[in-house]
């Protein structure tokens, strides 16, 4: 058994920081990496791009709605065309500082409001997915792309030839559908540590994961996310990851 562990890095501008992340870069093996359009700022995307290189974490493009003042949690629509522009935008963005650094940028995850919106959005995920196509020239062939199992994104990725990585969230409580219960609903965030813990080993291990019901359901995930603006981040991932090698599950990087 083998899983990715990865986490939101960067997520800070100017004097702001949120995320611990040379703490977490030492634990996780792939690092998404807010590219300015909802958090970041060229030379915080360099430090989390020369860190991430240095320790052999694979750099991930965070890519999300232009919502700064929203963290990039708010529904927004934006024309396709023009979304894919900005997609492509901001892969290159990070792919200047990941070169300069010595590696590249390995991946593609969308952030908060996008990321949910192209679990049922057709018009959207192909939007995305046409800006990740756009990039590719620039980030030596098709780049992955890390999303929900079951969404249109990763259908619609599939279906042009890029390569789909499935990811869970332990922290993240799931409708009975496989989805993520929305932030603005009651106990959509598990806060409970050991009860992460425990939710992160049964994705790994079983491939299933306790719904807000009771209910377990099935969740086939090759990365696992940890929530790098929750307090403790760090500390916490160490205790995943720790649980994940007492369960025999190896963590290594999907790319």
């Not at 939710?199 to 090759?222: F, H, L, M, N």
Request: a negative charge.
């Amino acid at each position: 058994m083998v899983i990715d562990l990865n986490a939101d890095l960067g997520e800070g501008f100017g004097r702001w920081t949120l995320t611990d992340d040379e703490a977490l870069l030492s634990v996780v093996t792939s690092a998404n990496v807010a590219c300015g359009f909802h958090a970041g700022d060229p030379s915080t995307m360099r430090r989390v791009c020369a860190l991430a290189a240095e320790r052999g974490v694979r750099i991930g493009a965070q890519v999300s709605y232009r919502d700064l003042a929203g963290f990039g949690r708010r529904r927004m629509d934006v024309p396709p065309e023009e979304l894919a522009d900005e997609i492509a935008y901001q892969i290159g963005a990070l792919q200047v500082f990941a070169l300069a650094a010595g590696s590249r940028v390995s991946y593609v995850k969308p952030h908060g409001a996008l990321y949910n919106r192209v679990v049922d959005d057709s018009e959207q995920a192909e939007a995305v997915v046409a800006g990740v196509l756009r990039a590719g020239a620039i980030c030596g062939g098709p780049l992955p792309v890390l999303g929900l199992p079951g969404s249109r994104l990763l259908a619609v990725a599939e279906g042009v030839g890029l390569p789909v990585v499935t990811e869970a969230f332990a922290d993240r409580a799931y409708t009975r559908t496989g989805t993520l219960v929305p932030r603005r609903e009651p106990d959509a965030v598990v806060h409970d540590p050991e009860s992460v813990i425990t939710r992160a080993v049964g994705i790994a291990r079983d491939g299933s994961v306790e719904a807000s019901g009771g209910e377990r359901i099935p969740v086939a995930a090759r990365s696992l996310c940890v929530h790098g603006d929750t307090p403790g981040a760090a500390q916490l991932a160490w205790r995943i990851r720790g649980a994940l090698a007492s369960a025999g599950i190896r963590v290594e990087a999907f790319t």
